[in-house]
């Protein structure tokens, strides 16, 4: 109490900033008594007065405040009427009666602000109040918003009284509609549609626009009543709402005549301008469509852009592959138009799950005629869905084209796919490709397909005078995984490009990997001059540990390259080498903060009481970010013990 006297003092000082302190300090305690004062001070011409007298009341809350601050309602200021506003859509919750007075005001305007208010309130007896006032309020304004306030309070028992809105002046409707498409109240589909007699064009719209959102089912039958005789911007609306109710499956139960007549409305909404209306044309004609409907929704989609309408144009193509193989799917693969082409190649691909083999023929009829973009994406989705009797036409492809794109294409399909022993002469003159990733596919393809044939070209191509070749030699030997590619890959561990070797290193580990053949070999690299070649090994050894390794990953903690540190590092903490903590203590002296923090995680992951000392040592240290990862680490070695 005593503070508070205190800031009542400073709330009417006239040095502002004082006051301003005040007001805060006031908030901060809670003062009930500064209510009135700081109220006051929302009318201050300071504008940081005003927002600490702002925040306290806020802060404050309580019957008090309400009733301090919705004098302020009726200030001739805009900016003090809007400020309090603010802080009685926050607080008013707690004083619901006063607010519900004030819809009883003789001014309208704060009727007005007493609506809006107690849509913010959560109230049931805001409920009440304000289904009264948007029933009898003499004034439109009042009845506008006290909809608008309904609908955000969401309470179906508003439901009633929204229903009877209706009938209300235009201007009402509008609110009552977005209120009742809020509620969702199964009684009010009777309401809007009876409502649609008399309704003006924008209404109706808004009506039915709510009815889709609503999604109540009873209201299909009434709104397909009514699409014949509404005119054609009526009934596109009509023809959203009933799809967005069903959905584009359930339109498949409607009686044949009802269907037909349907399809044929969709088909006119399949031209509105408004693309909500579009969408839901296409997604019922995807389950009712036919030819026409397809050419009708590929036109849409071709003139899409495949970059910013990516979300629309994928969901049009999928509603558009379930309407199945269409004459007008066929024609627009093989059109001048590349848009309209690639959205049909994309359509088929889906079609392709159902109807593979009737797919893969039509692309392949065409696939000649077409420009180079179009055969990118087919020869992709060739390559996905076709079977070996497409093995024919990959391998004319793979001696007719030039693409390096088309040319993976058919590459990952003999090879990877198919694995086709006889097209091996054709596939690996594409090592020496420009495009290191045609080469790359080339590789791929032939390692699957393997074979004698395969092999001894590639322990050929490593003895080659091309470095590239015996890279390339060395990586698919290894890959094979014959025990007799040992000798290729012994011999490439002496090469002089480093990258040879290192591959080689990888090749090895992996052919011998099972037995204990490799390990001399991998640890001679330890000592190579190549920092990426070392590196390899280090990791090799960790990722295949075992006990008789320790000396040689110990000696990699002393390595020249930081990184080659740091993975030994890695290796030794994840086998919890206790043995290796005096050396991984000397370590937490480098230079590089990043080898230092990767010592203290192997230490949280190793353990033990000279682990543990060391970390506690570190967490009492004056870098933040050391004693962060240390107390990590302590609590990685503490949680070890309880488990």
């Not at 009434?222 to 499956?249: H, Q």
């Not at 990888?506 to 640890?523: D, F, K, M, N, S």
């Not at 280090?538 to 320790?550: D, F, P, R, S």
Request: glycine residues 6%; contains cysteine; proline residues 2%.
């Amino acid at each position: 109490m005593t503070e508070c006297n205190e800031y009542l003092v400073l709330l009417k000082s006239e040095d502002m900033e004082i006051v301003r302190e005040g007001a805060f300090k006031a908030g901060e305690a809670g003062c009930v008594e500064a209510v009135p004062e700081l109220a006051r001070l929302l009318t201050a011409d300071h504008l940081g007065i005003q927002e600490a007298a702002e925040s306290s009341l806020r802060r404050i809350g309580g019957k008090a405040v309400v009733q301090a601050v919705i004098p302020m309602l009726r200030s001739d200021s805009a900016p003090v009427r809007n400020l309090s506003m603010d802080i009685l859509r926050e607080v008013g919750h707690q004083d619901v009666n006063s607010l519900i007075e004030l819809l009883h005001d003789d001014d309208a305007d704060i009727r007005i602000f007493a609506s809006d208010i107690l849509g913010s309130s959560q109230s049931l007896m805001g409920v009440e109040a304000l289904c009264e006032a948007l029933l009898k309020d003499p004034e439109v304004n009042v009845r506008y918003q006290a909809a608008v306030s309904l609908g955000d309070l969401g309470r179906e028992e508003a439901a009633v009284s929204l229903n009877k809105a209706m009938e209300d002046d235009e201007w009402v409707q509008y609110a009552v509609i977005e209120a009742l498409t809020k509620i969702k109240h199964a009684s009010s589909v009777d309401a809007l549609v009876k409502a649609l007699d008399k309704a003006s064009d924008l209404v109706a719209s808004m009506i039915i626009d709510a009815l889709g959102e609503m999604g109540n089912v009873k209201a299909v039958t009434m709104l397909l009543r009514r699409m014949e005789d509404s005119p054609t911007a009526l009934r596109n609306k009509i023809v959203k709402a009933v799809v967005n109710i069903l959905g584009g499956k359930s339109l498949t139960l409607l009686t044949n005549d009802e269907r037909e007549k349907f399809r044929q409305y969709l088909l006119v909404a399949l031209k509105d301008e408004d693309e909500e209306i579009q969408d839901a044309a296409i997604q019922g004609l995807a389950y009712v469509g036919g030819e026409q409907a397809a050419r009708g929704i590929l036109s849409i989609a071709a003139k899409l852009d495949q970059d910013r309408d990516q979300d629309r144009l994928a969901q049009i193509i999928a509603n558009l592959s379930k309407i199945g193989l269409t004459e007008a799917l066929k024609d627009a693969v093989a059109s001048d138009d590349k848009d309209l082409a690639q959205v049909a190649v994309q359509a088929l691909a889906l079609v392709a799950e159902d109807s593979a083999d009737e797919v893969c023929s039509i692309f392949m009829d065409v696939f000649w005629d077409l420009g180079l973009y179009v055969q990118r994406q087919l020869i992709s989705v060739l390559a996905d869905v076709a079977g070996d009797g497409a093995t024919d036409f990959f391998v004319d492809v793979l001696e007719r084209h030039d693409d390096g794109t088309v040319l993976k294409g058919a590459v990952g399909f003999l090879g990877v796919k198919m694995r086709k022993a006889d097209v091996v002469d054709r596939i690996f003159p594409l090592l020496d490709h420009q495009y290191d990733d045609v080469k790359e596919a080339a590789l791929e393809a032939l390692i699957s397909i393997n074979g004698s044939e395969v092999r001894e070209r590639f322990v050929a191509m490593a003895s080659s005078q091309e470095p590239i070749q015996r890279l390339m030699a060395v990586y698919a030997l290894g890959k094979i995984g014959e025990p007799e590619n040992i000798v290729q890959l012994e011999m490439a561990l002496e090469d002089e490009l480093p990258d040879i070797r290192k591959v080689a290193v990888e090749a090895i580990a992996q052919l011998c990997e099972g037995t204990c053949g490799w390990a001399p070999h991998v640890l001679g690299r330890l000592e190579d001059e190549n920092k990426d070649v070392r590196l390899t090994a280090v990791e090799i050894l960790g990722n295949c540990y075992e006990k008789e390794y320790l000396p040689h990953l110990l000696k990699a903690l002393k390595d020249d390259d930081d990184w080659v540190q740091i993975r030994a590092i890695d290796a030794l903490g994840t086998q919890r080498e206790e043995e290796a903590v005096p050396e991984l203590l000397e370590l937490l002296e480098s230079s590089n903060r990043f080898v230092v923090m990767k010592v203290i995680e192997a230490l949280g992951r190793i353990g033990g009481t000279v682990a543990f000392r060391s970390l506690l040592e570190i967490s009492d240290s004056d870098e933040y970010e050391l004693v962060r990862a240390a107390e990590d680490a302590i609590t990685m070695i503490q949680e070890g013990q309880e488990n």
